[in-house]
């Protein structure tokens, strides 16, 4: 039977530390292989410009978990247009979970809360491991809407935060995210009127909707790690190249859609560019040596893995809690039952 969970019963089945704990683990599993994630296939819906008119996209995400031997697939889209226009987040996604063995279908849930969590987990985890040892950390944060607050809880999981420059092109909703965060960051929240004003930190996280790139090379200090986070390109191709280190979650996404698209395309960015994965860099077998003298570019374009784990801790919760709805979609749940000798 495949349970199904609403947004409002998967917020009450996980949180971000569950969600940092879970990253965590599922980036270790891809860097030793025990995870399997496939590229993502982009659906364009008009993000790109042209036809179909609607400033959106969907992904297909499908992904394998060993240590939870779990399969799944999310697909997920942000639309702007007429989903903007109804007043609805960016964000909207399912995620389907099935028993690889039997192909029995366990779950069917709402993504945009888990898709909210590990965006910021994945950075918080990245971070842990650039910076090791360190307990503190100074951040500068471009965009305040949903993604800026779940990148700073995420984070204040693994550091505390002494210094939080935030900047939004809507300066009261860098307000009210500062209003919002003041228990959560430890240290000061600084609202920031200028892009370099908030540049001032240990990492730079760009969670905006920008079309044109704001961050350059000037403004990226030695001992800055910048996360290009957003759904357009924020960074410039000389900030890119101007980095001594590059970090990746998935080196057959990254290079081929988000901040170093086209670079690769042009031939000026290559897999030998790469100085680590991120799954690298939890296991030990890669390290970034020097990073107080350094600028670094770090960029998790997303794995479908991190999703499909996050929601497999949200189903086994659902069904010791009772939670849910179970639907027998294809009529095979009694497999589920069965012993494998008589399969």
């Known amino acids: 039977m495949a349970r199904l969970l609403t947004y409002d019963q998967v917020t009450h ?3 971000m530390q569950d969600a940092v704990d879970s990253v965590e683990k599922t980036f270790a599993g891809f860097g030793k292989g025990t995870v399997l994630n496939p590229t993502k296939v982009t659906l364009d819906l008009g993000e790109s410009g042209g036809w179909p008119p609607y400033e959106g996209f969907f992904n297909a995400m499908p992904a394998y978990i ?15 247009g007429h989903r903007k226009a109804a007043g609805l987040p960016f964000i909207c996604g399912m995620i389907l979970l099935a028993d690889p063995k039997l192909g029995v279908f366990r779950a069917v849930m709402d993504g945009k809360y888990i898709t909210n969590l590990r965006t910021g987990a994945q950075t918080a985890v990245s971070l842990k491991y650039l910076f090791k040892g360190r307990k503190s950390i100074r951040i500068g944060l471009y965009g305040a809407g949903m993604q800026g607050h779940t990148q700073t809880e995420a984070i204040s999981k693994v550091f505390d935060i002494e210094e939080l420059r935030v900047y939004d ?21 600084i609202v920031c009127d ?3 004003a908030a540049a001032d930190a240990d990492a730079l996280i760009t969670v905006t909707q920008a079309h044109e790139p704001f961050l350059t090379a000037e403004m990226l200090k030695p001992g800055t790690v910048v996360f290009p986070m957003g759904s357009y390109k924020e960074v410039t191709d000389e900030l890119i190249l101007s980095c001594d280190d590059i970090v990746v979650d998935h080196m057959g996404q990254a290079l081929h859609r988000g901040a170093l698209k086209k670079l690769a395309d042009e031939g000026k960015i290559t897999p030998e560019n790469v100085t680590a994965t991120i799954g690298e860099l939890v296991n030990g077998d890669k390290a970034i040596a020097g ?3 350094k600028k670094v570019l770090c960029l998790p374009i997303g794995m479908g893995c991190l999703d499909v784990a996050l929601a497999y801790v949200a189903y086994e919760r659902a069904k010791e809690r009772h939670m849910g709805i179970e639907f027998d979609f294809s009529g095979e749940s009694f497999a589920a039952d069965m012993p494998e000798r008589l399969l």
């Open 194 to 196: 200028t892009v370099e």
């Open 169 to 189: 092109i809507y300066r009261p909703a860098a307000e009210k995210f500062a209003e919002d965060m003041k228990d959560v960051v430890k240290g000061k929240i």
């Open 66 to 80: 060993g240590y939870q031997d779990n399969a799944g697939i999310k697909w997920v889209g942000g639309l702007l």
């Open 291 to 293: 990073i107080a003298q």
């Open 13 to 15: 089945l996980v949180d």
